[in-house]
């Protein structure tokens, strides 16, 4: 626990964990020793010999003194520890987090992350003010406890030499029966917490669908799991700590009748007897609380695996200086490969894009459009082949160059809760009026601000609810246009735009391919149509047919099908297998 605590505070925080660490286990040292001067002091007075009693006091008053000390000192230095926790554990996890490949980040990691960052920091702050001590104290305060029977009475001492496994065996039981049902909650919580965001995010899908009754199966089915796992977590719990305590009860038993057996046979006085009966009350008391402190705390050593489990994921290796970009604009993707799992998505993909051309990447749904697009702003790492942009492989790029030099306009256009003018200059903090006025025009938002009542400075509510989705992708076009990036990468949205909407984004996508390069996921015709390349994707990861739309036309292969049928049926969609 001691070590997984340490190493995800980083190195720097071991100094003030081990301080801690020391001054607890003299703290548990010092009751120990403080409560065996019981048996000489009661031993004194029984005899009369009140000098003795009163040095073996004045003793005891000595250690009782330290003993305070180091309480007070193992105190304070384990809440800073706990604040050191709770402040670094944020950083660390947060700075680990921008490492991390942006395809990692999806609606499951995020509600995991929520939960560790929340939950998960409380409960391993809360376990170094409050826990450790308890547990350190609860060992070394009964070992001392131990040596001092055993220089007192060497039997009893063998006895409680002996009761300590039995002790320990079913502390430990107790402890891993918490940690279980811990976990068992925790999963089950995950999966509810997941459920929820869902129901909520997804309402008018929900509604549109018939699902106005106020039930919904999944998050219905995920709760009253929820609450059957709590209830078996429960019992685990239970069950572990009944049978410590009984082992405790027990062990205590026997040595209460091991004492008597003694003293009856004359090998034990009984002054001795009831102080050092005294002194074995004091040994189990903080064992038995062991068992219920060690669960606790493997519910905090679960939270810091999982944290541990994200500081260990791999970032995407960044190197120190940024790539010569040797043509600017430009894409290649030289043989790639890529497979989320171990099913290849691309199957030894080649293409060219040069420098301010529009590419239209069309296929079949599932054909890998959307990742292509991805692998270009290196969501991912590709498995082997290279990707390529401004004529260098986008691992040699550091994150913020190739970040630099793309934008991205993804259907899924997330709007911050700020103000118009705000949303649009995130892609450029440091535009002048003229430009954020330019792209503004261009994309059809000069249009949008001259609707609303507060203008530029009218808020667009949290992901931006409060405007409609063909003006939250012009919002995103305008971010574009105002980055002025030499790649933009575009997915065209499916659902059908009002014209006034659409025509401000086709105007914009021709404008956008005047600077820059364009790829664009092409949903309209009149896109595929004004684009200097299209990439037919086919279904089994490679590039079925390539060219203009002309030459396709000639090739007379899918994607003239795929134009007839649009001719005919006024939507068009490429058909998967031929
Ligand atoms: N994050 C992910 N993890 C695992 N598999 C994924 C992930 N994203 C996409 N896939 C899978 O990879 C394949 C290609 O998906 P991609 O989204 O690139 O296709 P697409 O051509 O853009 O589809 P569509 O036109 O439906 O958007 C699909 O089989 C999809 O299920």
Redesign the pocket.
Do not use: E, M, Q
């Given at each position: 626990m001691i070590r997984d605590l340490i190493r995800i505070l980083g190195p720097q925080h071991r100094g003030p964990v081990r301080a801690f660490l020391f001054w607890a286990i003299a703290y548990g040292v010092l009751q120990g020793i403080a409560v065996s001067f019981l048996v000489p002091v009661t031993r004194a007075l029984f005899e009369g010999d009140y000098p003795s009693a009163l040095r073996w006091l004045a003793a005891m008053a000595v250690a009782a003194l330290a003993c305070s000390t180091a309480h007070y000192v193992q105190a304070m230095k384990g809440f800073g520890v706990a604040l050191t926790a709770l402040r670094t554990m944020h950083l660390r996890i947060g700075d680990h987090l921008v490492t991390l490949p942006l395809?990692w980040f999806?609606p499951e990691t995020v509600a995991s992350t929520s939960q560790m960052a929340s939950k998960g920091t409380l409960s391993v702050g809360g376990a170094a003010a409050h826990l450790l001590t308890p547990v350190i104290t609860g060992i070394a305060s009964p070992a001392t406890i131990v040596v001092a029977v055993l220089f007192f009475d060497w039997r009893l001492g063998i006895a409680l030499l002996l009761a300590v496994p039995v002790i320990a065996a079913t502390s430990r039981f107790a402890a891993v029966m918490i940690s279980k049902g811990d976990d068992l909650a925790h999963e089950a919580a995950l999966v509810a917490t997941n459920r929820v965001l869902e129901y909520a995010r997804y309402q008018p899908v929900l509604r549109a669908f018939g699902r106005t009754s106020g039930t919904y199966t999944p998050l219905d089915d995920a709760i009253e799991n929820q609450q059957i796992v709590g209830r078996k977590g429960m019992a685990y719990s239970v069950f572990g700590m009944v049978v410590s305590g009984l082992a405790i009860q027990l062990c205590f038993s026997v040595l209460i009748s091991l004492g008597a057996y003694l003293a009856v046979g004359g090998n034990l006085d009984a002054v001795t007897l009831i102080a050092l009966l005294g002194l074995i009350a004091r040994f189990v008391q903080p064992i038995s609380e062991v068992g219920e402190f060690a669960g606790a705390l493997r519910m905090a050593r679960n939270e810091i695996r999982r944290m541990s489990a994200v500081l260990d994921l791999a970032p995407l290796p960044d190197p120190e200086e940024p790539a010569d970009l040797l043509e600017p604009g430009r894409i290649e993707f030289e043989d790639v490969h890529f497979?989320?799992?171990d099913?290849l998505?691309l199957d030894g993909v080649s293409f060219d894009v040069p420098a301010r051309s529009m590419t239209a990447?069309v296929?079949?749904?599932?054909?890998?459009?959307?990742?292509?697009t991805?692998l270009i702003a290196r969501f991912w790492d590709i498995g082997s082949g290279s990707v390529k942009v401004g004529g260098t492989d986008v691992r040699e790029h550091t994150t913020e160059q190739l970040m630099d030099q793309i934008a991205m306009v993804f259907q899924d256009v997330y709007l911050f809760d700020d103000t118009l003018r705000a949303n649009i200059l995130v892609g450029r903090e440091d535009a002048s009026d003229r430009h954020l006025a330019e792209a503004s025009r261009l994309a059809g938002v000069d249009e949008i601000v001259a609707r609303l009542p507060a203008g530029w400075d009218t808020r667009v509510g949290e992901g931006g609810t409060a405007l409609s989705g063909g003006e939250r992708q012009r919002i995103s076009i305008a971010r574009a246009l105002i980055k002025g990036s030499p790649i933009v990468l575009l997915?065209e949205a499916?659902a059908a735009l009002d014209p006034e909407n659409e025509q401000f984004v086709q105007q914009s996508i021709g404008h956008l391919a005047q600077t820059s390069t364009v790829i664009v996921?092409a949903h309209k015709l009149s896109t595929v149509t004004a684009a200097d390349q299209i990439l037919v994707?086919g279904s089994d990861g490679t590039i079925a047919e390539r060219g203009t739309h002309d030459s396709l036309l000639e090739q007379g292969g899918r994607y003239r099908d795929f134009w007839n049928s649009r001719k005919n049926a006024g939507g068009w969609k490429l058909v998967g297998n031929r």
């Open positions: 395809g999806g497979g989320y799992t099913a998505v990447l296929g079949p749904s599932g054909s890998g459009k959307t990742t292509v991805r997915d499916t996921i994707l």
